[in-house]
C-alpha cells in the first residue's frame, strides 16, 4: 500500500457487528485505491500459505495413518505409542512462544521459510531410521513439532495482515479448512504408500518434496516484508468521519511493550482465556480421535469377526484410509458451515461467535460418544457418528481464531496466537493420545489378555473424550458473557 489518506463514513452502531463481517463501511469519493491494486497478488500469497499449511497437517497425521505398522515395527505398547503424538505436540508447543515473539518482531517470510526447511528435512530424514533406534524416530517427531510451530504461529498473522476485515473470515476459514484436509490426506497418504511399497517407510518420504515445492513458491512470491496492520488501519475520528493512517510500505514497527507486559495483558483478556480454554478442549477431543481412531475401529472389527486379528508386518490400513476420507469431507463442511452460520447469525447476535462454538461442541460429544456406544455391533453405524462428530469440532476452527483476532489488538496477535497454542495444546492433544493409551494398557493389565478386552480397554479409555467436549462447550458459553466488552476494548 502507499502512503495515503483516505475518508470513510462511519455506519450508526446498531450497524455494526461483531467479527470478520464488522461495520461494513462505506467508501467515500476520496478512498484510496490503493488497497485494491496487490488483491490478486494478496490472493497468490493466501494460496500458498493455504499450500503450505496442508502440507504441515499431512505431516502431523502421517505417524497415524500407518500406526499399526509403526507399533509393531518397533514393538510399542499402547501407552508409549501415544507417546509418539504427545512427544510432537510438547515440542511444538513448546518452541510456539518463541517464533510468537519472533514473528511480532522480526521479518516473517525467513521464519516461514526456515521453519518448511527444517521440518520436511526431519521428516524426510526419519523415514531412513532402523527398528532398533526407536527413541531416534521419537525425537525426529519432536523437530518436526519444532518446525511445524514455526509456520503454525505466523502464517494466520500474514493473512489477517492481507485482507480488511470484510473478507478476513472468508481467507481464514479458507486456510483452516487445510487443517481437516489435511489432516485427513495424511491418513490416506500414509496408508496407500504403506500399502503400495509393503513399507511404512515410504509414507514419510512424499510431504518433503511437497515442503520443498511450498519454499520455492514462498521464495518467489511472498514479499521480503509483509505489511502489518498495527499501525495502518487504526481508525482516528475526525468530526464523524474516519481517517485511515497507511503505514510505509516495508516499515517495520516493533512493540514498545515487553513479552511480559503482553502476557499480562492477554491474561486480563476473559474472552481470550475462556475460548482458549475451549479451544483446548478442542485440541484435546482432536488429538485423541487423530491418533487412536483407526486402531480402535481396527479392534471393533476384530471383535465382530469382520477382519482377522494383525499378525503379519503390514497391517490392514483401510481403517485408516476411510477415516482421512471423512476428516476431509467433514472438515470442509464443518469450516464453511462455521464460517457461513457466524456470518449470517452475527446479525442477529453479537455473542454469536462463542454461542456456535459452544454448540458445536455440546453436540460432537454427543455424537462421538453414541458412536463409541455402538462399535461393538455395528461398525457403519460408529463411522456416520464419528463424521457427525468430526464435522462439528470442524465447525469451531475458523471461528475460534476470528474471535482471537478482533478481541486482541493487533501488535499482541502473534503472542496471542503463540499462548494460544501453548496452552491448548500443553492441556489438549499434548498429552490426550499418552493419556488414551496409558488408560487403555492399564485396562488391559488388569484383566485378562484378550482380544475383547483390547476392545474394551480403548472403547472405556475413549468416554474421557465426550467429557472433555462438554467441559468445551461450557467453556465457550463462558466466553459469550465478556465478547462484547472485550472487542470495544480492542477497538480502540
Not at 478386552?453 to 473424550?465: A, E, G, K, R, V
Request: proline share 4%; glycine share 8%.
Amino acid at each position: 500500500a502507499h502512503e495515503s489518506t483516505g475518508l470513510q463514513s462511519q455506519p450508526p452502531p446498531e450497524e455494526q457487528n461483531y467479527g470478520a463481517t464488522a461495520a461494513r463501511v462505506r467508501q467515500g469519493p476520496f478512498v484510496s485505491a490503493s488497497r485494491n491494486a496487490p488483491a490478486k497478488r494478496d490472493y497468490l500469497i493466501a494460496a500458498v500459505l493455504c499450500y503450505a499449511n496442508l502440507i504441515n497437517f499431512m505431516d502431523w497425521f502421517l505417524v497415524a495413518g500407518v500406526l499399526l505398522d509403526i507399533q509393531k515395527y518397533f514393538k510399542l505398547s499402547d501407552g508409549n505409542t501415544g507417546l509418539l503424538q504427545t512427544v510432537f505436540i510438547l515440542c511444538y508447543m513448546l518452541a510456539a512462544p518463541i517464533f510468537g515473539y519472533l514473528s511480532d518482531r522480526y521479518n516473517r517470510k525467513i521464519i516461514l521459510g526456515a521453519g518448511i526447511f527444517f521440518w520436511s528435512g526431519v521428516t524426510l530424514g526419519s523415514s531412513f531410521i532402523n527398528e532398533m533406534y526407536y527413541w531416534i524416530f521419537f525425537l525426529s517427531r519432536g523437530l518436526v513439532g519444532i518446525g511445524t510451530a514455526s509456520y503454525s504461529t505466523v502464517a494466520p498473522t500474514i493473512i489477517a495482515d492481507l485482507f480488511e476485515e470484510g473478507k478476513r473470515t472468508t481467507m481464514l476459514s479458507v486456510f483452516y479448512i487445510f487443517i481437516p484436509v489435511g489432516s485427513g490426506l495424511g491418513y490416506v497418504l500414509a496408508a496407500g504408500m504403506a500399502d503400495v511399497t509393503r513399507d511404512w517407510h515410504w509414507a514419510f518420504r512424499v510431504t518433503p518434496c511437497m515442503g520443498g515445492l511450498a519454499l520455492v513458491l514462498l521464495i518467489l512470491l511472498v514479499p521480503h516484508r509483509t505489511q502489518r496492520r498495527t499501525a495502518a488501519h487504526r481508525a482516528l475520528s475526525i468530526s464523524g468521519t474516519i481517517r485511515v493512517a497507511a503505514e510505509k510500505p516495508g516499515v517495520h514497527r516493533t512493540p514498545n511493550t515487553t513479552w511480559c507486559q503482553d502476557v499480562i495483558s492477554l491474561g486480563k483478556n476473559w474472552s481470550f482465556v475462556w475460548s482458549s480454554l475451549g479451544l483446548t478442549a478442542m485440541a484435546f477431543v482432536t488429538g485423541a480421535l487423530g491418533m487412536w481412531v483407526p486402531v480402535f475401529l481396527y479392534r471393533a472389527q476384530v471383535v465382530q469377526g469382520l477382519v482377522p486379528p494383525c499378525l503379519r508386518e503390514s497391517c490392514n490400513l483401510s481403517n485408516s484410509l476411510i477415516f482421512g476420507g471423512i476428516t476431509v469431507g467433514t472438515g470442509i463442511l464443518g469450516v464453511i458451515a462455521g464460517a457461513e452460520a457466524a456470518r449470517r447469525l452475527r446479525k442477529i447476535n453479537n455473542k454469536a461467535d462463542p454461542l456456535i462454538c459452544a454448540t458445536s461442541m455440546f453436540v460432537s460429544a454427543l455424537c462421538l460418544y453414541i458412536a463409541l456406544m455402538v462399535a461393538q455391533t455395528n461398525i457403519l453405524s460408529t463411522f456416520i457418528f464419528i463424521a457427525f462428530g468430526e464435522l462439528f469440532l470442524s465447525v469451531n476452527w475458523a471461528v475460534v481464531t476470528d474471535i482471537l483476532l478482533y478481541v486482541v489488538t493487533p501488535r499482541r496477535q502473534s503472542t496471542a496466537i503463540a499462548l494460544q497454542i501453548l496452552v491448548s495444546h500443553l492441556l489438549g492433544d499434548a498429552g490426550s493420545p499418552y493419556l488414551i493409551g496409558t488408560i487403555s494398557r492399564a485396562i488391559q493389565q488388569k484383566n485378562a489378555h484378550s482380544l475383547q478386552w483390547s476392545f474394551w480397554s480403548m472403547q472405556y479409555s475413549f468416554i474421557l473424550c465426550s467429557f472433555v467436549g462438554v467441559c468445551g462447550g461450557a467453556f465457550f458459553l463462558l466466553t459469550s458473557f465478556y465478547i462484547e466488552e472485550d472487542r470495544k476494548e480492542a477497538q480502540q
